[in-house]
C-alpha cells in the first residue's frame, strides 16, 4: 500500500518504524528538513520538505498515487486540512490526528461532513488503556476483546506462587475456572504454551477470561487487589484531563498536581468535581504533603519520563497498590520493568498499534477482517480478534482438524452472543469473532493461521 505521513516528530516515526515493518511504501512530508532526512537515512522511505497542508506540496509528494493519507503534525487543523484536500485530490483512506478536546467532541462532524475516514486522539486512547487497568488493578496490562467480554490480563508467577511447578491442564482443573494461560515469558524467551507447559518460578503470564473469571483466578492466587476508590495523577495534561472525566463517572475520587497555574485554572473550569493542587507533583516532600501513601493508585503523567518514573519508584516505596507509568521512549522499558513497574503506557506506539490495525484491515476488504489487534510482550506477540468471513477456507472444520501454523492459539470464539472456550471438536464459522494470538507477525487474514497460506507483506 503507498501511505503518504504528513508529520515527521515522534508520532510520524513511530508509525513509520511500523508500516515500514509490514513493507508499505511510505512518503514522510514534514516542514524541518533534519526530521524527513533523519527518518529517509533510518528507514527505506522518500522524504518531502514542506508544508503538507499545501496543494503544491502534496502534488510533489505524489499524493495521486496514495492509497491512504495519515497526517500526524503537531496542528489539529493542519492535519484536518491535509485529510480533506487528500480527499479532494483522490486518496481513498484518510486519517487525522486531533487532539484537541473540543474537537472530540464533534467526531461525527469530522467523519461524516469532512470525510476524515478516522480521527485519533492518542492521548483519549493513552486514557482509555489506563482506565482498563485501574478496573482490574491485580494485572499488570489489560486488553479487551469481544466488546469488552474477554480480556487478556499480564501477571507474574511470585516465589510463593501455587502456580509453580503445575501443568497448565492441571491448572484448568484444578481452578475450575474457564481460563487459559495464553503466553508465558521466560528469561529472554516468549512462549505460546500447550498444556504440558509446567509454569516455573519469575515466569511472566499473559492470562485470558471474563472479567468475573479473572478476577476469580487473582483471589485463588492470593494477589487480587481491591477495586481502586482514589487516584491521584501527577501532572494535569490531555491524559490526566481524559482519565479523570471517566473515573469521575465510575464515582471514583480524583485528585491532580500541576505545577503551572494556568492549567490549574482551567482543570478546575472542566473538573469541578475532581481536587486540583498548584504544586509540583515530582517532589517528595509534596507527595508526602498529599497523602500519596493513602491513595489506591498514582498515575504519573508529566512530559519528562525521567520524572515519571522515579516518581512511580516513590510511590511503589510507599506502598501505594497500582501505579502507572507514562513513558515516551521505549528503551526505557526494560529499565521501568526491571525496578518493578510493571504497569505503563506509551501514548505514540498505542497510535501506532492502532492505525496499523487499520491499515491491515483496508488492506483485505473481502476476507477476514482484523478487528482488534493489540501488541504485547513488547510487541513479541500479537492478539488480534477476526470478523470470519464466507472466505475463510476452514468453516465447519474442527480445530483438531485444523493444520495451524507454529505458535497460533485460538483461546476464545465469540458466537452472537455466546462465548466459546473451544475444544479440538470446536469449529469456527461464518459470522464468528475470533480471538488469535501468536508470535507469527503481520497477519492480515484469519486463512493466515492455516499451515500453507503465505501472506504477501
Same mark, same amino acid.
Given at each position: 500500500?503507498?501511505?503518504?505521513?504528513?508529520?515527521?516528530?515522534?508520532?510520524?516515526?513511530?508509525?513509520?518504524?511500523?508500516?515500514?515493518?509490514?513493507?508499505?511504501?511510505?512518503?514522510?512530508?514534514?516542514?524541518?528538513?533534519?526530521?524527513?532526512?533523519?527518518?529517509?537515512?533510518?528507514?527505506?522511505?522518500?522524504?518531502?520538505?514542506?508544508?503538507?497542508?499545501s496543494?503544491?506540496?502534496?502534488?510533489?509528494?505524489?499524493?495521486?498515487?496514495?492509497?491512504?493519507?495519515?497526517?500526524?503534525?503537531?496542528?489539529?487543523?493542519?492535519?484536518?486540512?491535509?485529510?480533506?484536500?487528500?480527499?479532494?485530490?483522490?486518496?481513498?483512506?484518510?486519517?487525522?490526528?486531533?487532539?484537541?478536546?473540543?474537537?472530540?467532541?464533534?467526531?461525527?462532524?469530522?467523519?461524516?461532513?469532512?470525510?476524515?475516514d478516522?480521527?485519533i486522539?492518542?492521548?483519549?486512547?493513552?486514557?482509555?488503556?489506563?482506565?482498563?487497568?485501574?478496573?482490574?488493578?491485580?494485572?499488570?496490562?489489560v486488553?479487551?476483546?469481544?466488546?469488552?467480554r474477554?480480556?487478556?490480563?499480564?501477571?507474574?508467577?511470585?516465589?510463593?506462587?501455587?502456580?509453580?511447578?503445575?501443568?497448565?491442564?492441571?491448572?484448568?482443573?484444578?481452578?475450575?475456572?474457564?481460563?487459559?494461560?495464553?503466553?508465558?515469558?521466560r528469561?529472554?524467551?516468549v512462549l505460546?504454551?500447550?498444556?504440558?507447559?509446567?509454569?516455573?518460578?519469575?515466569?511472566?503470564?499473559?492470562?485470558?477470561?471474563?472479567?468475573?473469571?479473572?478476577?476469580?483466578?487473582?483471589?485463588?492466587?492470593?494477589?487480587?487487589?481491591?477495586?481502586v476508590?482514589?487516584?491521584?495523577? %501527577?501532572?494535569?495534561?490531555? &491524559?490526566?484531563? @481524559?482519565?479523570?472525566? /471517566?473515573?469521575?463517572? !465510575? $464515582?471514583?475520587? #480524583?485528585?491532580i498536581i500541576?505545577?503551572?497555574?494556568?492549567?490549574?485554572?482551567?482543570?478546575?473550569?472542566?473538573?469541578?468535581?475532581?481536587?486540583?493542587?498548584?504544586?509540583?507533583?515530582?517532589?517528595?516532600?509534596v507527595?508526602?504533603?498529599?497523602?500519596l501513601?493513602?491513595?489506591?493508585?498514582?498515575?504519573?503523567?508529566?512530559?519528562?519520563?525521567?520524572?515519571?518514573?522515579?516518581?512511580?519508584?516513590?510511590?511503589?516505596?510507599?506502598?501505594?497498590p497500582?501505579?502507572?507509568?507514562?513513558?515516551?521512549?521505549?528503551?526505557l522499558?526494560?529499565i521501568?520493568?526491571?525496578?518493578?513497574?510493571?504497569?505503563?503506557?506509551?501514548?505514540?506506539? %498505542?497510535?501506532?498499534?492502532? &492505525?496499523?490495525? @487499520?491499515?491491515?484491515? /483496508?488492506?483485505?476488504? !473481502? $476476507?477476514?477482517? #482484523?478487528?482488534?489487534?493489540?501488541?504485547?510482550?513488547?510487541?513479541?506477540?500479537?492478539?488480534?480478534?477476526?470478523y470470519?468471513?464466507?472466505?475463510?477456507?476452514?468453516?465447519?472444520?474442527?480445530?483438531?482438524?485444523?493444520?495451524?501454523?507454529?505458535?497460533?492459539?485460538?483461546?476464545?470464539?465469540l458466537?452472537?452472543?455466546?462465548?466459546?472456550?473451544?475444544?479440538?471438536?470446536?469449529?469456527?464459522?461464518?459470522h464468528?469473532?475470533?480471538?488469535?494470538?501468536?508470535?507469527?507477525?503481520?497477519?492480515?487474514?484469519?486463512?493466515?493461521?492455516?499451515?500453507?497460506?503465505?501472506?504477501?507483506?
Amino acid at each position: 500500500m503507498n501511505i503518504l505521513i504528513v508529520g515527521a516528530g515522534k508520532v510520524g516515526e513511530a508509525l513509520i518504524e511500523n508500516l515500514s515493518k509490514e513493507k508499505h511504501d511510505i512518503i514522510v512530508v514534514d516542514e524541518k528538513i533534519e526530521l524527513v532526512e533523519k527518518l529517509v537515512d533510518t528507514y527505506d522511505i522518500i522524504g518531502t520538505v514542506g508544508n503538507g497542508a499545501s496543494y503544491d506540496v502534496l502534488i510533489n509528494a505524489k499524493i495521486q498515487k496514495a492509497d491512504m493519507l495519515i497526517a500526524v503534525t503537531n496542528s489539529d487543523e493542519i492535519n484536518m486540512l491535509c485529510c480533506i484536500i487528500g480527499k479532494k485530490l483522490g486518496v481513498k483512506d484518510t486519517i487525522a490526528r486531533v487532539r484537541n478536546p473540543e474537537y472530540s467532541l464533534q467526531l461525527d462532524l469530522l467523519q461524516q461532513e469532512m470525510g476524515i475516514d478516522m480521527v485519533i486522539n492518542p492521548e483519549f486512547e493513552a486514557a482509555n488503556d489506563i482506565f482498563r487497568m485501574l478496573q482490574f488493578p491485580s494485572a499488570s496490562n489489560v486488553e479487551s476483546f469481544a466488546k469488552g467480554r474477554v480480556n487478556i490480563v499480564e501477571g507474574k508467577v511470585s516465589a510463593n506462587s501455587d502456580l509453580i511447578g503445575v501443568s497448565l491442564t492441571e491448572l484448568r482443573k484444578s481452578s475450575k475456572l474457564d481460563i487459559l494461560i495464553c503466553v508465558v515469558t521466560r528469561d529472554s524467551q516468549v512462549l505460546i504454551p500447550r498444556g504440558d507447559f509446567v509454569l516455573q518460578e519469575g515466569d511472566g503470564i499473559y492470562v485470558t477470561g471474563t472479567t468475573q473469571q479473572l478476577i476469580l483466578f487473582f483471589k485463588q492466587q492470593g494477589v487480587y487487589k481491591k477495586n481502586v476508590r482514589d487516584v491521584l495523577m %501527577i501532572g494535569g495534561g490531555k &491524559i490526566s484531563y @481524559y482519565l479523570a472525566k /471517566k473515573l469521575i463517572k !465510575q $464515582g471514583i475520587q #480524583v485528585k491532580i498536581i500541576e505545577r503551572h497555574e494556568r492549567r490549574c485554572l482551567e482543570l478546575s473550569q472542566k473538573l469541578k468535581e475532581a481536587t486540583i493542587v498548584h504544586n509540583d507533583g515530582t517532589l517528595h516532600e509534596v507527595l508526602d504533603e498529599e497523602r500519596l501513601a493513602r491513595y489506591d493508585a498514582c498515575i504519573t503523567l508529566t512530559g519528562i519520563d525521567e520524572e515519571n518514573i522515579v516518581t512511580s519508584i516513590y510511590a511503589e516505596s510507599l506502598g501505594v497498590p497500582k501505579i502507572v507509568t507514562k513513558i515516551s521512549r521505549i528503551n526505557l522499558v526494560p529499565i521501568i520493568e526491571k525496578v518493578g513497574l510493571s504497569s505503563y503506557i506509551t501514548p505514540k506506539h %498505542i497510535m501506532a498499534t492502532r &492505525i496499523v490495525r @487499520y491499515v491491515r484491515a /483496508k488492506q483485505n476488504t !473481502q $476476507g477476514s477482517n #482484523v478487528e482488534r489487534l493489540y501488541r504485547i510482550v513488547n510487541n513479541q506477540v500479537e492478539a488480534l480478534e477476526f470478523y470470519v468471513s464466507e472466505n475463510f477456507q476452514q468453516i465447519g472444520v474442527s480445530l483438531e482438524e485444523m493444520k495451524l501454523k507454529e505458535n497460533i492459539l485460538i483461546p476464545f470464539i465469540l458466537r452472537g452472543n455466546t462465548l466459546i472456550y473451544p475444544t479440538g471438536k470446536d469449529m469456527i464459522c461464518e459470522h464468528d469473532r475470533v480471538i488469535v494470538v501468536t508470535t507469527q507477525k503481520y497477519l492480515r487474514d484469519l486463512n493466515d493461521i492455516l499451515e500453507g497460506n503465505h501472506y504477501e507483506l
